[in-house]
């Protein structure tokens, strides 16, 4: 039986990713904050185990490598899904939003990917799957600093794509587009600071016209996504996740810069 350990797995792509990789039998590690009080969202489901891990923490971070290395032995498949979006202009942000923004998706994400390189290059083999975004290759205004750290992480998993391969041990980048889940609500936290009336008319046309295509996958099509990486014993880095995504990394290769700019609204014609 081969396993897998998935961060933030709670809600949206981790939970979907989670019951899909059981449904294919998979021992599957289900990570998140508070698990004790959230373990009935896997109640009755074979395979799954819910671990404590608030990527937030580092002594979280250990304790439940500690507790997942010494249950499974070999671990086949890392996936980093844990993520926190900031949305809003930058100038509005605070500095506790700007930190956690890095806290949960570059610094989480590190930490825990140095807590199981040891276990992978000890084993001899492992994959780590890394779930960024189509934002991790292009770029949408009012949403800098959660892009930036996309882009930290596609630039992060691609160094060591070339550093791990003489281990055995693979790197994945997973690039959804637009996603039918909760992230734009109960996950979303907004900028909106004393700066943010300057921006307000900007914003909310921003926010209308992003609406309008917002969900045209579903969890479960990323998690497909997910699973076919981590399966995937070739060369292959990136992965794109859905429709949305495909199309607007084809006209960001095809188009023109500025035309693209003008497209996304990032510069007035």
């Known amino acids: 039986m081969s396993t897998v350990v998935i961060t933030g797995t709670s809600s949206g792509i981790g939970r979907a990713a989670a019951l899909n990789f059981a449904r294919r039998g998979w021992k599957v590690f289900a990570c998140m904050r508070e698990a004790e009080k959230k373990k009935t969202l896997f109640e009755g489901i074979q395979g799954i185990e819910t671990v404590d891990m608030d990527v937030e923490c580092a002594e979280s971070i250990e304790k439940a490598f500690s ?3 010494k249950t499974s032995v070999p671990i086949d498949v890392l996936v980093n899904n844990a993520g926190y979006g900031l949305n809003g202009p930058f100038e509005a942000a605070s500095p506790e939003q700007i930190q956690r923004q890095y806290n949960v998706n570059v610094f989480g994400l590190m930490n825990v990917t140095r807590a199981f390189l040891p276990f992978f290059r000890k084993q001899g083999h492992g994959t780590i799957v890394n779930v960024s975004s189509v934002a991790g290759r292009t770029a949408f205004p009012f ?4 892009i930036s750290t996309k ?3 596609e630039g992060f998993s691609e160094a060591l794509y070339f550093e791990l391969r003489q281990f ?8 959804p587009g637009t996603v ?3 992230f734009f609500g109960r996950s979303m936290d907004f900028a909106r600071g004393e ?9 909310e046309n921003r926010t209308k016209t992003a609406k309008g295509g917002r969900g045209t996958a579903t969890p479960e099509q990323i998690a497909e996504v997910i699973y076919k990486a981590a399966e995937d014993k070739s060369g292959r880095l990136r992965y794109t996740a859905g429709i949305m995504a495909a199309v607007i990394l084809m006209l960001r290769k095809l188009l023109p810069e500025r035309l693209f700019y003008r497209l996304v609204g990032m510069v007035k014609k």
């Open 168 to 175: 055995g041990i693979m790197i994945k980048l997973v690039e």
């Open 195 to 203: 700066a943010f009336e300057a921006y307000r008319l900007s914003y």
């Open 67 to 69: 507790y997942i290395s």
């Open 180 to 182: 039918k889940t909760d």
């Open 143 to 146: 949403s800098s600093l959660y």
């Open 151 to 153: 882009w930290a992480v």
